[in-house]
């Protein structure tokens, strides 16, 4: 059954404090994986999607990467607004189902 | 550019109450349509997809129900909620063949 692991469940970083979020998942056959960024009350916001183990992918200070059992979201020099919970999830060459982790919350203290 | 539209934002329902929760999308034709539901703390759960009108499918076996009486629309339903049916629920649409979702801004349900 596929599934999808993500940690820490909580981070808390001082603005500027480097960090990675990890994401561990099991599936059959990897379609994709997604990166989403949830603010408090409000639907994901998709951020990333990655295809094969060594692929990059970059956006501001967000950078995730992809192996062949787990995906990191790398945050550089974070900053307040980055405070949010970021979400992983994995689709898998069935197509349609996309399977979601609990999440990590990120709070970045200015 | 696309738009997802859902309502209402919040409801608050006695236990036994009927429900109906509607999505539309805008800016596109033919997309594949979600519900979602995302408990506190936990990882979003998936209820229903539908790749086209009147074709639904259940992930899980529960007192909801969905339908896509158009194109870009889908509606959740149920005939008498159950306390558990709190929770937040989002409706999500994707491109035909493509795996990014896209989210609307959510219905926050509390059965009391």
């Known amino acids: 059954e596929d599934q999808v692991t993500q940690s820490p469940e909580a981070l808390r970083l001082q603005e500027g404090e480097s960090s990675s979020l990890n994401c561990s998942y099991t599936?059959?056959?990897?379609?994709?994986l997604f990166w989403y960024r949830q603010d408090p009350g409000k639907g994901p916001e998709f951020l990333f999607t990655?295809?094969?183990a060594g692929e990059e992918k970059e956006k501001e200070r967000l950078k995730a990467t992809l192996t062949k059992k787990e995906s990191f979201l790398h945050i550089t020099a974070p900053k307040p607004e980055d405070s949010a919970t970021y979400l992983c999830?994995?689709?898998?060459?069935?197509?349609?189902?996309?399977?979601f982790g609990a999440g990590t919350r990120l709070f970045v203290k200015a | 550019s696309q738009t997802i539209h859902q309502w209402p934002a919040t409801l608050v329902q006695p236990v036994g109450s009927p429900l109906s929760l509607e999505c539309t999308v805008e800016?596109?034709?033919?997309?594949?349509l979600y519900w979602y539901r995302q408990a506190a703390g936990r990882g979003l759960q998936l209820l229903f997809y539908?790749?086209?009108?009147?074709?639904i499918s259940s992930e899980v076996p529960q007192n909801l129900s969905a339908s896509r009486p158009q194109d870009r629309q889908f509606i959740l339903s149920s005939k008498k909620l159950l306390l558990s049916d709190s929770g937040f629920y989002l409706c999500?649409?994707?491109?035909?063949?493509?795996?990014?979702?896209?989210f609307g801004e959510g219905s926050r349900l509390t059965v009391l």
């Open positions: 999830a994995v689709q898998d060459t069935g197509g349609f189902k996309t399977i």
């Open positions: 539908s790749v086209g009108i009147g074709q």
């Open positions: 599936v059959s056959g990897l379609r994709g």
């Open positions: 800016g596109t034709s033919n997309p594949n």
């Open positions: 990655l295809y094969s």
């Open positions: 999500a649409w994707s491109r035909p063949g493509t795996g990014e979702l896209f």
